[in-house]
């Protein structure tokens, strides 16, 4: 394959001003700036996790004093939430392969697509503006009375960037979802859609229905804070917890917004690389729906010790179980997908491959904290960070760096070196299961969640996992690094690297401005590797 | 749904082209569908938006039915009932505006704009003045709040959450002024036509729902427990 | 070409229907109703806001699509209120008949509707006896 | 397994074993099904790897009756996990009636421990073993939760109501008290310890440290200072309610509901007296929010739960701090 290529338009190479980039209308450039902005806020987070683990390497509090550690677990927790888990995948890579993947020219609003980039970053800066002037210090979950009493930090301006961040996550929702409805290729029907879309369909959803909540919780916490208003203050007889109930309304779905797109990016990466179609196709599509259903169910398992009723304790429980299957049944169906499969064990497969791994820890851990039971000693420990990492870091960002090398082909032209790929998703892998894996035992020893000095004998495990952290740094900047050295030095990646079905896959990598020549037509079921023979690029 | 694409160059199409039609539609009963689909989404989000203050306001009236009644007895209903009038008027004169917009009627479009632009002013100048009366009489909540009688707290509460609730209702309104007024603006310059009306349509649905907003609030806030005491 | 286009007449009828309900639901809060006065201001409220989308916002006209869109935020608005309110409203109820208070929580007792709080009451009379 | 790591908490009370089974049950299930996952994932990798990617895998779109098999077999297994955890779920918040009660007060980053003989303790707790113990708890400021480890109990302290857990420790020895829920600066330094004593040593602590008089005197002394006994007088002439016998009965209210008389009402009508006023009274008594602290308002339900019967009121309450009646079964 000629290295060097005839000098092809492409939506790289077509604009080169700064205005192109940054008036561009074009979901490919805008899946670009989000993945900029994304990875910077990527590493910010990443630095204050940094300086947490160097914290609780030692029992006393003697790294920082106890007000930094606070902001510190804060801010990674506020960056890592909202500006990293939220918009990785949707935004970077959905925007970019959305429109390839339904044979569309764009998105239904693309003047909205870049409104919502600019309004992401709008939030990121006024929130990186209350980290620089003296950082909030309440949890990223902001729990009155103290957020709105007790704390002296920057709550509400950290407020305001959430609230403006959330209208980017409504935005790209919108526009995902018109675009899924009304502009598919010809032929393309619902059951022909890869399930990427399924799953960006099903986030959409949530995205749509949840994030205006947290936008009026957190609206109500800056009036509260503010203009001292007194919606959840105790003195006047309102509750507490009606803040966790308004908070966790939005905040577990958003998880789905998290898990959902990197599922999705997994079950394509799967179904490539394994050279056949998924196993149950349907079971494995609506399951993404389930989950975005039920998930808007299930809130209250947040708070069992919070102060809620034991009926609803049990209520939510039960709910809470039942979303718990569609999770399982993609988990079994990516496995049944690889038997009798051709598996081709290139990058993106080793990255799906720990993700499958990393998930099924994370999401058997959530039968624990599921139960009343033994929720009420797990609550707020090290067992639920642990929980929740692997399924934010194990699941999501692994999924996301899965879909990133499965896409990196058609997005840059360029192909990164597959061994470095696989060392990474390695290290990444046994830095990450070093890091979270003793704080499953420091959880159910007892040792409570977001403690700047802690008893002693926890200290073997801290130690562990602060050595983890550091060997999951390495692999993280590693993925950097080879990915930078591909758009330079990397051999040029055909159109169809890969051999994948999939519309993306028909095009020119990186693809025209406007995506196809001709309007593609589909004729044919999803992932049918054996029809025909694979246009190789 | 899509007829082949004709030539791929963006602006230079055949005069088939109509104006309106974005370069990645294919037709504009594409674009109308999708603009349509995309007003209703966020009129979904508002709705969620809105309903996070209908559960702080639902829990609290079960909580605290005495102080929810004397809260509403401080309101002044007829200015709420004249409200809502005003604002179902301007309901009217909206859907009004899409028909005439619809059938491409330009003058007519405009006049029925500027006169819900006209009935939205009426209702914030009402509520301007409903506002200067609760500033009169401390019951903003905050440091200067006072209510007579056992029940100050819990009224504090109420008017905590009457003020966001109207306020951010207020706030809805200002930005369906300014919506209409530009829409108002591209009606005189001629840009709609039979074929093309969907931007008066889809800002008649938003002005629609801060009406809906409107019929929800007046009851649960103004009419909270009105057997007890006198009317107005 | 653009949506549904309904005639003027359908419009007022519509207008007379909310400023005929505006009236009704004003008079009905002066009558004493007791406890059912709430529910029937949200249903004429309820009635009202159907009107206002089926016809002004032509939902009535529009595609299949968009009347789930209306119902999928209606139906997620009612799980926001109902489920969290299902946890305000049990606080009250005691874990067991002649069990201690509630559920280990002192709840803020607020009392919950006098059938709920009768069926549990029988339950509770037995502790004070011994 | 390494000297410096111990993999299971302390177990110092019977709750603290149902929980451990219930873990060791779900850690067993949850092992299998990472296990099964797993070793298919790596079999069917190595088994069915290729190299050439022009290989295509076999055409197989799926099993309808598999995709039932592993939803429904799940769904049966996440049922039987959750009968049995809402079974102690249950248990954990179902005081038995008998319990030696000790009121606390959560204020920022400390914990203060009141005893019915009136001793107090910052961060510090003496429990006789064997006997099930009753804290009611609140916070003053801020959202905090009492975190027993060794007895896997918790529960958040909510300013302005109260919140209750229950224990009976059956080890001797020290046990951790964390505090659970995020509350500021030195959150982590809200922390203590629990100490389970014999019942002999307990007493003889008890006995030694005495405090300004039992909780119950201290409540009565405050009855007379505030002058509520103008309006509660005892045989129902006044004002107010007698409050003799009144505690656990029901109330009929003005409002026409009937409430509970527990801890909780009974602190809500000393700081919201209009929030539920008894059928038959006027709603006339003034509010004490902000004049009394929490551990006086704890005091007065203390004395006003001890005018149950009113004849023998003072040797009552003393019988039921030192001697204590016989424990219920050893839970």
């Given at each position: 394959m000629a290295t060097t290529i005839a000098r092809r338009v492409t939506y790289l190479n077509n604009e080169h001003t700064l205005a192109s980039w940054l008036l561009t209308k074009d979901h490919k450039r805008i899946g670009i700036l989000y993945l900029i902005v994304v990875t910077t806020a990527f590493f910010l987070g990443g630095l204050f996790a940094t300086l947490v683990r160097l914290e609780l390497a030692t029992p006393a509090g003697d790294y920082v004093s106890a007000e930094t550690y606070n902001k510190l677990f804060t801010m990674h927790g506020v960056t890592m939430v909202f500006f990293v888990l939220i918009p990785a995948v949707p935004a970077i890579l959905g925007n970019f392969v959305l429109p390839l993947m339904l044979g569309a020219k764009d998105v239904a609003f693309p003047k909205i697509n870049l409104l919502s980039w600019y309004v992401f970053v709008i939030g990121f800066l006024f929130t990186v503006y209350a980290m620089v002037t003296g950082g909030v210090d309440t949890g990223w979950t902001f729990y009155t009375p103290y957020s709105s009493r007790a704390s002296n930090t920057n709550v509400v301006m950290t407020g305001i960037g959430v609230f403006i961040t959330g209208f980017s996550s409504i935005l790209t929702g919108l526009n995902f979802m018109v675009t899924i409805h009304r502009?598919?290729?010809?032929?393309?029907?619902w059951f022909r859609l890869p399930l990427f879309v399924w799953a960006l369909y099903a986030t959409s959803f949530v995205q749509i229905l949840g994030t205006p909540v947290i936008a009026i919780t957190v609206l109500a916490l800056a009036v509260e804070r503010g203009l001292h208003f007194g919606i959840f203050d105790p003195a006047l007889g309102g509750d507490p917890v009606l803040f966790q109930h308004m908070f966790w309304f939005y905040s577990h779905p958003a998880v789905y917004i998290m898990i959902l797109p990197p599922m999705g990016a997994i079950s394509e990466v799967i179904a490539t690389f394994s050279r056949k179609s998924i196993f149950g196709y349907s079971f494995v599509a609506f399951s993404s729906l389930a989950i975005a259903i039920f998930g808007f169910l299930v809130w209250a398992h947040h708070m069992f010790v919070s102060g809620i009723s034991v009926y609803s304790a049990l209520v939510f429980s039960f709910l809470t179980y039942a979303v718990a299957i569609p999770s399982a049944i993609k988990v079994f169906n990516w496995t049944a997908t690889l038997y009798r499969g051709a598996v081709w064990l290139k990058a993106p497969m080793m990255w799906a491959l720990s993700f499958i791994g990393l998930f099924l820890i994370g999401g058997l851990t959530g039968i624990f904290t599921a139960s009343l039971g033994i929720d009420v000693h797990l609550h707020d420990t090290y067992f639920v960070v642990a929980h929740f990492h692997f399924i934010m870091v194990g699941g999501a960002i692994m999924g996301y760096f899965a879909g990133l090398h499965y896409w990196w082909p058609k997005i840059t032209g360029r192909m990164y070196s597959d061994i470095w790929a696989k060392v990474a998703a390695i290290i990444v892998f046994c830095g990450f299961n070093l890091t979270f894996g003793p704080q499953f035992i420091l959880g159910y020893l007892g040792m409570p969640r977001r403690y700047w000095a802690y008893p002693p004998e926890f200290q073997t495990l801290n130690v562990l996992s602060s050595a983890g952290a550091s060997i999951l740094a390495v692999g993280y900047i590693l993925v950097g690094i080879y990915m930078v050295a591909s758009l330079f030095k990397g051999e040029i990646a055909g159109d169809n690297p890969w051999h994948a079905t999939g519309l993306e896959w028909t095009t020119q990598s990186p693809p025209l401005p406007h995506n196809f020549e001709v309007q593609p037509v589909v004729t044919e079921e999803a992932?049918?590797?054996?029809?025909r023979e694979v246009k190789v690029g | 749904m899509a007829e082949a694409l004709t030539a791929h160059g963006d602006h230079g199409g055949p005069h088939a082209h109509h104006p309106a039609l974005q370069h990645h539609f294919d037709t504009l009963d594409q674009q109308h569908e999708a603009a349509t689909l995309g007003m209703w989404l966020f009129l979904i989000t508002e709705v969620l938006f809105f309903g996070g203050l209908f559960l702080a306001y639902m829990l609290y009236r079960v909580w605290y039915p005495e102080a929810w009644a004397e809260g509403s007895y401080q309101l002044n209903l007829t200015l709420g009932a004249i409200n809502t009038v005003v604002l179902i008027g301007s309901s009217l004169t909206m859907a009004f505006a899409v028909r005439a917009a619809q059938t491409g009627l330009r003058k007519a479009t405009v006049g029925w704009l500027i006169a819900t632009m006209l009935l939205g002013l009426t209702f914030l100048v009402i509520k301007y003045f409903e506002y200067a009366e609760k500033f009169e009489h401390h019951h903003v909540p905050g440091s200067n709040f006072s209510f007579p009688g056992p029940h100050g707290d819990q009224v504090q509460i109420y008017f905590s959450l009457y003020f966001l609730m109207t306020g951010l209702h207020a706030t809805h309104m200002l930005i369906g002024f300014g919506l209409l007024s530009v829409i108002a603006w591209m009606a005189h310059k001629g840009r709609f036509s039979e074929q093309w009306s969907t931007p008066v349509e889809i800002s008649g649905l938003y002005w629609h729902f801060v009406d809906i907003v409107w019929i929800f609030l007046f009851p649960l806030l103004y009419l909270v427990d009105r057997a007890h005491t006198p009317v107005g | 070409m653009s949506g549904h286009v309904s005639p003027k007449r359908v419009y007022y009828a519509i207008f007379g229907a909310l400023m005929v309900l505006t009236i009704v639901t004003v008079y009905v809060a002066t009558v004493n109703l007791g406890r059912l006065n709430f529910p029937v201001a949200l249903g004429i409220a309820i009635t009202k806001a159907t009107l206002v989308i089926l016809f002004f916002m032509h939902a009535k006209y529009s595609s299949r699509l968009t009347k789930l869109f209306v119902g999928t935020a209606f139906f997620f608005l009612l799980v926001l209120l109902t489920l969290t309110m299902s946890d305000y409203l049990s606080r009250g109820l005691k874990t067991y008949p002649g069990g201690a208070a509630g559920s280990g929580y002192g709840e803020r007792t607020p009392t919950p509707p006098a059938d709920l709080r009768r069926g549990k009451e029988e339950g509770g009379r037995e502790r004070t006896e011994h | 397994m390494f000297p410096g790591i111990s993999l299971f908490p302390e177990r110092a009370s019977a709750l603290a074993a149902d929980v451990d089974h219930l873990y060791y049950f779900i850690t067993g299930v949850s092992a299998f099904f990472a296990l099964v996952v797993t070793i298919f994932v790596i079999y069917f990798a190595v088994k069915y790897r290729t190299s050439d990617p022009m290989a295509v895998g076999a055409r197989i779109h799926g099993s309808i009756g598999l995709e039932l098999a592993w939803s429904i077999v799940p769904f049966l297994i996440t049922m039987v996990i959750f009968v049995w955890s809402a079974n102690v779920y249950f248990d954990i918040y179902r005081p038995p009636d008998q319990t030696l009660e000790i009121y606390a007060t959560g204020k920022r980053w400390m914990w203060k421990f009141q005893h019915l003989g009136g001793q107090n303790e910052i961060n510090e707790l003496h429990v006789p073993m064997g006997r099930p113990v009753k804290i009611t708890f609140t916070s003053e400021d801020v959202l905090h939760s009492m975190f027993f480890p060794a007895f896997r109990i918790k529960a958040d302290a909510i300013p302005g109501r109260y919140s209750s857990i229950w224990f009976t420790a059956n080890r001797l020895g020290q046990f951790h008290l964390f505090c659970a829920e995020y509350c500021g600066t030195r959150h982590s330094g809200m922390v203590g310890s629990v100490f389970v004593m014999e019942p002999a040593a307990y007493q003889a602590w008890l006995t030694g440290s005495v405090g300004g008089g039992t909780l119950t005197s201290r409540g009565e002394r405050l009855f007379g200072d505030l002058a509520c006994n103008t309006c509660h007088v005892s045989d129902g002439s006044g004002r107010g309610p007698s409050l003799a016998n009144k505690f656990g009965s029901s109330e009929q209210l003005a409002s026409g509901g009937r409430v509970a008389v527990d801890e909780a009402y009974l602190r809500e009508s000393i700081l919201l007296p209009q929030a539920k006023v008894v059928a038959g009274y006027q709603p006339l008594m003034p509010t004490f929010q902000g004049l009394l602290s929490e551990e006086n308002v704890m005091a007065l339900v203390e004395y006003v739960k001890s005018l149950r019967a009113s004849s023998e009121a003072g040797s009552r309450s003393e019988a039921a701090a030192t001697t204590g009646t016989t424990p219920q079964e050893n839970r």
């Open positions: 502009m598919r290729a010809p032929g393309l029907t992932y049918e590797y054996v029809a | - | - | -």
